[in-house]
């Protein structure tokens, strides 16, 4: 693995002037990043959750503004991107902007934060959005692994203009180098890996036997029964919980992978007082003040969650109102939650350590089957434990349990080798189109330059067959002729995310004559994605009605070309579940009386909503030229686009009402 270059004098008098500015000491890995990034260069830091990436991102950002140029700090998720924002915020004050998709605050802000697919998007739109930008930070970049949105990172380093230097922020990996070695080919300009294994704060790992108690991992063969008439264990075992208290190993993080689980375990602890009185009283007092910054009436939406906080208990999840969750990350970042459930997405780059973790099982079900945790995925989480500066060490504990876990398998997710990047390059069809309209039969350029291609895994021919299979599907429906766009190609590239199904409809001619409402039914029936075994009330509009069958004809239509030739991830059919819901929304309905129109949780709805407002904002946009319906489709957002649902007010209402994180952190 490659080492930084030595330092000339000016980098070091550089580190050291940063390290004044802070008031602390840099460690090795981000003095060597740092350097790196003062002799021009793009780098990648590869380090465990919680050693203090983010200090060399803020670095990145800092040597951008003494530039007179802009940075650009990309994330996977909204959430992580608003976090960010509030954090920065701080330090950075109003120099920083956001853009989100569901946000847009400040987008020629010298310093702006932006979700990756954000930032893959304007590249592909239009690139002198980007102009003046030096460097550009991706967090997590290894989630060019994730199976459904790596494609957005590797297309995010293949078109970026080349005077931009990345910042790479990753998790251990194995093959960084690999990784490393790639970028820099398709950058063409040096690029420097900084690695570290160590952790500020190191991690003892244990294992919760329920009825047995804390074992050594060495120790669990002598516990863990393989008799399958042992399997009967009362998992509602609270030993683990009562270890934490007694222990003082509090405040935890207890890692479920369910919501209902969260939930459950949140209501079981709810008999333990974990708050002396006066700070029962302190947290209460401040989750109501949240409440009210946030305009939410506690005493009617947040009775359950203000009961346990004022045990110190609380829970966290994707389904929870995203107002409530961020009261939750709040409360808890202050250090007044002692013990908070929660599920695997809070421990996505969002800085909120505690002195333990403990995962409720190192099993979960990924959509088909139960199977163990990868190694990336447990020391994501486990890397919460551990407060700088106020703990010498971070404890986890994984519960096993007799006759379902074997001491080999729990040994492989805790002491097992990471498991290295694999491309999931797949161009979509958004993509595929401005490509052509930007390099024409380049495109197949794009193929051969991934890291798919790189990493030679089978995928040059299979790659090329993909984008020809594409290609063809799109030349048959008419978005290209040859190696060029057709006025449909060239409207479909306007858009980003369900750009064929907005096309198709559009093309035959459904919007027509559509109220504002239907519009955004027929655009919520693109996007709308419910979790099995939810119910959704329909609510019928004849203007929709009279175009139903049509819509759904044109998009099966679709699939059926896909299908014919071999594109492996046809577009989504039709979904009008959400019809109810967004008609009764638009109409004035309050978000506590839309419950009624569905079983999903709240954090699902508002998800949705602001899913088919994202949608809208790119139809409005696309079809500028019919002001009559671009009007209706403004129109609809602003139906949809209030008090839960909207995000930039939640977002402003929350900024720079959070406890300031440890700046290594």
């Given at each position: 693995?490659?080492?930084?270059?030595a330092?000339?004098?000016s980098?070091?008098?550089?580190?050291?002037?940063f390290?004044a500015?802070?008031?602390?000491?840099?460690f090795?890995?981000q003095?060597d990043?740092?350097?790196?990034i003062?002799?021009?260069?793009?780098?990648?830091v590869?380090?465990?959750?919680g050693?203090?990436?983010?200090?060399?991102?803020e670095?990145?950002?800092e040597?951008?503004?003494?530039?007179?140029?802009?940075?650009?700090?990309?994330?996977?998720?909204?959430?992580l991107?608003?976090?960010?924002?509030?954090?920065?915020q701080?330090r950075?004050?109003?120099?920083?902007?956001?853009?989100?998709?569901?946000?847009?605050?400040?987008?020629?802000?010298?310093?702006?934060?932006?979700?990756t697919?954000i930032?893959?998007n304007t590249?592909?739109?239009?690139?002198?959005?980007?102009?003046g930008?030096?460097?550009?930070?991706?967090?997590?970049?290894?989630y060019?692994?994730?199976?459904?949105?790596g494609?957005v990172?590797?297309?995010?380093?293949?078109?970026a203009?080349?005077e931009?230097?990345?910042?790479?922020?990753?998790?251990?990996?194995?093959?960084?180098?690999?990784?490393?070695?790639?970028?820099?080919k398709?950058?063409?300009d040096p690029?420097?890996l900084v690695?570290t294994?160590?952790?500020?704060v190191p991690?003892?790992?244990q294992?919760?036997?329920?009825?047995?108690g804390?074992?050594?991992?060495?120790?669990?063969?002598?516990?863990?029964?393989p008799?399958?008439?042992?399997?009967?264990?009362?998992?509602?075992?609270?030993?683990m919980l009562?270890?934490?208290?007694e222990?003082?190993?509090?405040?935890?993080?207890?890692?479920?992978?369910?919501?209902?689980e969260?939930?459950a375990?949140?209501?079981?602890?709810?008999?333990?007082?974990?708050?002396?009185?006066?700070?029962?009283d302190k947290?209460?007092a401040?989750?109501?003040?949240l409440?009210?910054?946030y305009?939410?009436?506690?005493?009617?939406?947040a009775t359950e969650?203000?009961e346990?906080a004022?045990?110190?208990?609380?829970?966290?999840?994707a389904?929870?109102?995203p107002?409530?969750?961020d009261?939750?990350?709040?409360?808890?970042?202050?250090g007044?939650?002692?013990l908070?459930?929660?599920?695997?997405?809070?421990?996505l780059?969002?800085?909120?350590?505690?002195?333990?973790v403990?995962?409720?099982?190192?099993r979960?079900?990924?959509?088909?089957?139960?199977?163990?945790l990868?190694t990336?995925?447990?020391?994501?989480?486990?890397?919460r434990?551990?407060?700088?500066?106020?703990?010498?060490?971070?404890h986890v504990?994984?519960?096993?349990?007799?006759g379902d876990?074997?001491?080999?398998?729990?040994?492989?997710?805790?002491?097992g080798?990471?498991?290295?990047?694999?491309?999931?390059?797949?161009?979509?069809?958004?993509?595929?189109?401005?490509?052509l309209r930007?390099?024409?039969?380049?495109?197949?350029?794009a193929a051969?330059?991934s890291?798919?291609?790189?990493?030679?895994k089978?995928?040059?021919?299979?790659q090329?067959?993909?984008?020809?299979?594409?290609?063809?599907?799109?030349?048959?429906?008419g978005?290209?002729?040859?190696?060029?766009?057709?006025?449909?190609?060239?409207?479909?590239a306007?858009?980003?995310?369900?750009?064929?199904?907005?096309t198709?409809?559009?093309?035959?001619?459904c919007?027509?004559g559509?109220?504002?409402?239907?519009?955004?039914?027929?655009?919520?029936s693109?996007?709308?994605?419910?979790?099995?075994?939810?119910?959704?009330?329909?609510m019928?509009s004849?203007?929709?009605?009279?175009?139903?069958?049509?819509?759904?004809?044109?998009?099966?239509e679709?699939?059926?070309?896909?299908r014919?030739?071999?594109?492996?991830?046809?577009i989504?059919e039709?979904?009008?579940g959400?019809s109810?819901?967004?008609?009764?929304w638009?109409?004035?309905?309050?978000?506590q009386?839309?419950?009624?129109?569905?079983?999903g949780q709240?954090?699902?709805?508002?998800r949705?909503l602001r899913?088919?407002?994202?949608?809208?904002r790119q139809?409005?946009?696309?079809?500028?030229?019919?002001?009559?319906?671009?009007d209706?489709?403004?129109?609809?957002?602003?139906?949809?686009d209030?008090n839960?649902?909207d995000a930039?007010?939640?977002?402003?209402?929350?900024?720079?009402?959070g406890?300031?994180?440890d700046?290594r952190?």
């Amino acid at each position: 693995m490659p080492s930084p270059r030595a330092p000339s004098s000016s980098h070091s008098r550089a580190v050291a002037a940063f390290e004044a500015a802070r008031g602390f000491q840099l460690f090795p890995f981000q003095r060597d990043a740092i350097e790196a990034i003062e002799a021009g260069r793009s780098v990648i830091v590869s380090a465990p959750t919680g050693a203090g990436k983010t200090v060399v991102a803020e670095y990145a950002i800092e040597r951008a503004l003494e530039l007179s140029r802009r940075a650009i700090y990309t994330s996977p998720v909204k959430a992580l991107s608003n976090q960010k924002y509030r954090d920065f915020q701080e330090r950075y004050g109003n120099r920083i902007g956001i853009m989100t998709g569901d946000v847009t605050i400040e987008p020629d802000a010298p310093i702006l934060i932006m979700t990756t697919e954000i930032f893959r998007n304007t590249i592909f739109e239009d690139a002198s959005k980007v102009r003046g930008v030096s460097h550009v930070i991706m967090d997590e970049v290894h989630y060019i692994a994730d199976s459904d949105r790596g494609t957005v990172w590797e297309e995010s380093l293949l078109f970026a203009p080349s005077e931009i230097r990345f910042v790479g922020l990753s998790a251990t990996i194995s093959n960084l180098e690999e990784f490393r070695a790639w970028v820099e080919k398709v950058r063409e300009d040096p690029v420097v890996l900084v690695s570290t294994d160590e952790r500020p704060v190191p991690l003892k790992h244990q294992a919760y036997v329920p009825g047995v108690g804390v074992v050594r991992i060495s120790e669990l063969k002598h516990h863990l029964d393989p008799d399958p008439r042992h399997r009967r264990v009362d998992r509602r075992d609270t030993g683990m919980l009562d270890h934490l208290e007694e222990a003082r190993l509090l405040p935890a993080l207890y890692f479920c992978f369910s919501r209902k689980e969260c939930e459950a375990r949140a209501r079981g602890a709810r008999r333990r007082r974990l708050l002396s009185p006066s700070a029962r009283d302190k947290i209460l007092a401040d989750f109501d003040s949240l409440c009210e910054k946030y305009s939410i009436d506690p005493s009617e939406n947040a009775t359950e969650l203000r009961e346990l906080a004022g045990r110190g208990i609380l829970y966290h999840h994707a389904g929870l109102l995203p107002t409530f969750k961020d009261i939750v990350e709040r409360l808890f970042t202050s250090g007044q939650v002692k013990l908070l459930f929660t599920t695997e997405t809070f421990a996505l780059g969002v800085n909120m350590p505690a002195r333990a973790v403990v995962f409720s099982s190192l099993r979960k079900f990924d959509g088909v089957n139960f199977d163990y945790l990868p190694t990336l995925n447990y020391y994501q989480m486990a890397g919460r434990a551990g407060r700088q500066g106020l703990d010498t060490e971070g404890h986890v504990f994984s519960v096993v349990h007799p006759g379902d876990d074997t001491a080999k398998d729990v040994k492989s997710v805790v002491f097992g080798k990471v498991a290295p990047l694999i491309s999931r390059f797949n161009l979509s069809y958004s993509a595929v189109l401005n490509l052509l309209r930007q390099v024409g039969s380049g495109v197949f350029d794009a193929a051969d330059r991934s890291f798919a291609s790189w990493q030679k895994k089978g995928h040059v021919g299979k790659q090329r067959a993909l984008l020809s299979a594409r290609l063809r599907v799109l030349e048959k429906h008419g978005y290209i002729s040859g190696q060029e766009l057709t006025g449909k190609g060239r409207f479909a590239a306007k858009l980003t995310g369900y750009e064929i199904s907005m096309t198709e409809l559009f093309w035959d001619g459904c919007f027509e004559g559509l109220s504002a409402e239907d519009a955004a039914i027929l655009i919520g029936s693109i996007v709308f994605e419910p979790r099995r075994g939810e119910f959704h009330r329909r609510m019928d509009s004849a203007g929709v009605t009279a175009v139903w069958n049509r819509a759904r004809k044109r998009i099966a239509e679709f699939q059926r070309t896909e299908r014919s030739f071999g594109v492996e991830d046809p577009i989504r059919e039709l979904d009008f579940g959400l019809s109810g819901t967004l008609l009764a929304w638009m109409r004035g309905t309050s978000f506590q009386e839309i419950r009624s129109f569905s079983s999903g949780q709240d954090g699902d709805l508002v998800r949705q909503l602001r899913m088919t407002i994202q949608m809208l904002r790119q139809f409005a946009w696309a079809v500028s030229a019919d002001k009559a319906l671009s009007d209706r489709l403004k129109e609809a957002m602003r139906l949809i686009d209030r008090n839960e649902v909207d995000a930039e007010r939640q977002l402003l209402a929350g900024s720079g009402s959070g406890a300031p994180d440890d700046d290594r952190a």
